[in-house]
T-cell receptor
Framework: DTAVSQTPKYLVTQMGNDKSIKCEQN?????MYWYKQDSKKFLKIMFS???????INETVPNRFSPKSPDKAHLNLHINSLELGDSAVYFC?????????????FGQGTRLTVV | GEDVEQSLFLSVREGDSSVINCTYT??????LYWYKQEPGAGLQLLTY?????DMKQDQRLTVLLNKKDKHLSLRIADTQTGDSAIYFC?????????????FGQGTTLQVKP
């Protein structure tokens, strides 16, 4: 009964490959997010979708393309992977239209590009 | 702009109190949050405080907010080894109701037995 689940948990791939990370939430939230955590543990938002509409795109390279088939799913596709893409990627969801909103996070996907 | 700063590391002995500090820049933030990240895990919300409050207590956790100085702190009483983790301060940023969170760098709390 995981609230926010993302797969895979670990992903090791070579430079230049294309890979996808999937995320699903069963909380009925209207907004989903992708955050990137670098090797220094710094967390920064990448994208956000509200009811399948892109509302935040934080100057992320075009190689990263989020896709939201419905409001319970937000996938992240990365083309032409580079060494600098190695990080932990967290999916999250919240009900953003409330004054108080709690973001629930997935367990993270550790991406290693070799 | 939006910026959240924390000290990077804190070491305490088991049973002592831990105080983790955070400063933020966006005075319009309505809610401020503390998240905990255990090794290899995602982020878990510990507690939050509304901007019109000065203090919030929840069992061993006490959050203090000084809105004038834009300073937030998290006090953990009777710190246990299981409290060892990274603690992130976050403010709700961005215009509109996006729910975007701006995180600090995280404070690694080391609890020595």
């Amino acid at each position: 009964d995981t609230a926010v689940s993302q797969t895979p948990k670990y992903l090791v791939t070579q430079m230049g490959n294309d890979k996808s990370i999937k995320c699903e939430q069963n909380l009925g939230h209207d907004t989903m997010y992708w955050y990137k955590q670098d090797s220094k543990k710094f967390l920064k938002i990448m994208f956000s979708y509200n009811n399948k509409e892109l509302i935040i795109n934080e100057t992320v390279p075009n190689r990263f393309s989020p896709k939201s088939p419905d409001k319970a799913h937000l996938n992240l596709h990365i083309n032409s992977l580079e060494l600098g893409d190695s990080a932990v990627y967290f999916c999250a969801s919240s009900q953003a239209d409330r004054a108080y909103t709690e973001a629930f996070f997935g367990q993270g996907t550790r991406l290693t590009v070799v | 702009g939006e910026d959240v700063e924390q000290s990077l590391f804190l070491s305490v002995r088991e049973g002592d109190s831990s105080v983790i500090n955070c400063t933020y820049t966006d005075s319009s933030s309505t809610y401020l949050y503390w998240y905990k990240q255990e090794p290899g895990a995602g982020l878990q919300l510990l507690t939050y405080i509304f901007s019109n409050m000065d203090m919030k207590q929840d069992q061993r956790l006490t959050v203090l907010l000084n809105k004038k100085d834009k300073h937030l702190s998290l006090r953990i009483a009777d710190t246990q080894t299981g409290d060892s983790a990274i603690y992130f301060c976050a403010e709700r940023g961005g215009s509109g109701n996006t729910g975007k969170l701006i995180f600090g760098q995280g404070t690694t709390l080391q609890v020595k037995p």
